[in-house]
């Protein structure tokens, strides 16, 4: 829609005559104009990059001379700006083309999702149940029988319910206890740093 002349083409394709047309036609006929458009500016695209490469080779010839002025270096910025808006435009055109393909055909992991879903579904699925000795496929019975049956396990009242058996914890004896509890003398902290090996890694006070 930012090619220029799109939107003339447009207007012309509705102000036109031939209001009898089906709407499939009158798009189908706009389709091919805009094609005929879109292969018009791919062409002037190409000429324009053409002109554009030729220019900045002969300005970088300059430049490399020592001979370029303050004017080219600034038209060469120019010609550069250009060179790439017309490569965003190709970006573009390439990026819708993916999305149209991908839209109409699809890509090969959305086949294959779709593929395993839909063979996981039939696989999962609950065609019918026995009622009574009798199978039966109709949905609104087997959703009845489903739900008959839960709803009996569930009004069920359990009776007894297991004992749980607590785990033994295990203490320590008295002596182990006043050892825990007893302060942490100086010599015990000097002799641990001195046993630790070189590979230790270092506390929170750098040692």
């Known amino acids: 829609m930012s090619v220029d002349g799109f939107n003339d083409v447009v207007k012309n394709m509705v102000s036109s005559r031939g209001n009898n047309r089906s709407l499939h036609e009158k798009l189908k006929c706009l389709k091919s104009k ?6 018009n500016r791919k062409s002037q695209d190409e000429n324009r990059k053409k002109e554009i490469r030729d220019k900045l080779a002969s300005i970088g010839t300059q430049i490399d001379q020592l001979s370029a002025t303050t004017a080219q270096i600034e038209e060469r910025c120019n010609l550069f700006h250009k060179l790439e808006c017309i490569s965003k435009t190709e970006e573009m055109d390439i990026v819708q083309k993916t999305w149209v ?30 009622v009574n000795g009798i199978w039966d496929d109709n949905l609104s019975n087997v959703k009845q029988a489903f739900y008959e049956f839960f709803r009996c396990k569930f009004a069920t009242s359990i009776r007894s319910h297991p004992v749980e058996v607590p785990n033994p914890v295990f203490t320590l004896n008295e002596t182990n206890q006043r050892i825990m509890d007893c ?9 641990t740093v001195l046993n630790c090996e070189s590979s230790k890694a270092a506390g929170p006070e750098r040692f």
């Open 34 to 39: 805009i094609k005929i458009l879109n292969n």
């Open 101 to 130: 393909n991908w839209s109409v055909e699809g890509d090969e992991n959305s086949k294959l999702f779709h593929s395993l879903l839909k063979h996981h579904r039939n696989n999962h699925t609950i065609k019918g149940v026995p």
């Open 183 to 191: 302060k942490i003398t100086m010599e015990e902290i000097t002799e």
